[in-house]
């Protein structure tokens, strides 16, 4: 799950990480009595939306501005003025698609003298599963070009859990920053309130583009971005009411609803699969024929009937779907129940996409009669690799 910047900032304020006044509007006009009440002579305003890149973004409609989605300006008229700009239109940047994010938000802040600009962020390494720390020079750009281009500008820092963050960590870090006097000192301070929040928040990464010195020897995130480890949110309802549905995908909304793993991509093959490794193979198996699948989907090992058509629904949902290929193993999971919801839901939906079904496992033949049974243009397969030959071929067949 993730969160909007000014988000993120409330959260971490509560750990003791320093952040700049600052506050969210959702009219211009809101944001012109945030700016009146911030002591400075400068202000920032941000467009929230989900995604990284907003300052060299572009938004889609003239009235915009012509300007980027994040802007510097000195008086609380100029703030409203951008807010007006912004609010309503479509950001797009290299990290939300060509469709772009509508800004239903603005964070307005108090703007400081910076005179370095940073890169900290905070994850799980899944290598050696513990908190990784991972820091650059390289601020204000996407670590991605740093790893490729100048990868010996990032130092990484594992956390033991046993010990928790150690204060020669932090110096480490700080020195590899080149970082020195006071500035250590406000970086360790830093370091270690971010990792409080990290850990408490049970976040799966904390990314801070860019960390920025300050003219007084200050170091403070400009930038905020966290997302959380969904299995755990349980434990957090006060983060799950910062979880901003406008900014999901509607499909992949609609799936969590029903507890499905669910994730939308760019393909025209849509996949039901019971098992997330399974589906993995699946969409391999899927390029390898020469297609793109057009979702992860994972029912589940315990999926019902009820739960099956709803799926089946979702993966219809999406225009670019252009065949279906459902791929089950019944261990826990029955094939019957499988064909059922799959024969339901092709009746409900009036399926006009080709349709391949490859069942294995628990009450395999009846459900194989079940479907032979429906009279519906369902295609069986007898394997993996049968199944999504003929999905590909009946997709080309079809066009």
Not at 225 to 246: C, V
Not at 321 to 347: K, Q, S
């Amino acid at each position: 799950m993730n969160i909007h910047e000014y988000q993120a900032k409330q959260l971490l304020k509560k750990f003791g990480v320093p952040v700049l006044d600052g506050g969210v509007a959702y009219t211009a006009d809101e944001a012109e009595v945030v700016a009146k009440g911030l002591k400075s002579s400068v202000f920032v305003v941000k467009s929230q939306i989900h995604a990284g890149g907003r300052g060299k973004g572009k938004f889609k409609e003239a009235t915009s501005g012509g300007k980027g989605g994040v802007r510097i300006v000195k008086s609380a008229a100029d703030v409203k003025l951008s807010a007006e700009q912004m609010l309503g239109n479509t950001l797009v940047t290299h990290q939300s698609g060509p469709a772009g994010k509508q800004v239903k938000r603005v964070y307005v802040e108090s703007g400081c003298e910076i005179t370095r600009e940073l890169y900290l962020s905070i994850l799980v390494d899944r290598g050696t599963s513990w908190v990784t720390i991972m820091a650059s020079t390289e601020g204000g750009v996407n670590i991605e070009e740093v790893a490729a281009e100048t990868p010996e500008k990032i130092v990484f820092q594992s956390i033991d859990p046993a010990t928790g963050i150690q204060g020669f960590h932090c110096r480490k870090i700080a020195f590899a920053l080149g970082l020195s006097g006071g500035q250590v000192k406000s970086c360790t301070k830093l370091l270690a309130a971010l990792y409080s929040a990290f850990l408490e928040t049970d976040a799966s990464m904390l990314e801070i583009n860019p960390l920025v010195v300050t003219s007084d020897g200050d170091v403070l995130p400009l930038d905020a971005k966290m997302n959380f480890d969904s299995n755990a949110l349980y434990r957090h309802p006060d983060i799950i009411e910062l979880r901003d549905e406008d900014e999901e995908d509607p499909m992949e909304l609609e799936a969590s609803k029903h507890d499905l793993n669910y994730i939308k991509l760019d393909g025209t093959i849509g996949c039901m699969v019971n098992g997330a490794g399974l589906a993995m193979a699946t969409m391999d198996i899927i390029k390898l024929y020469g297609a793109e699948p057009a979702n992860f989907l994972d029912v589940g090992g315990g999926a019902t009937k009820e739960r099956v058509t709803t799926a089946f629904k979702i993966i219809l949902s999406d225009p670019n779907v252009e065949g279906i290929l459902v791929n089950i193993f019944g261990g826990i999971m029955r094939c019957d129940v499988i064909a059922e919801g799959v024969v339901a839901a092709a009746r409900e939906i009036s399926l006009n996409v080709p349709l391949v079904v490859r069942l294995e496992g628990t009450n395999v033949e009846l459900g194989k009669k079940i479907m032979a049974e429906s009279g519906l243009p369902i295609i069986t397969a007898d394997n993996l690799a049968d199944a999504a030959e003929k999905v590909v071929k009946a997709v080309k067949e079809a066009a």
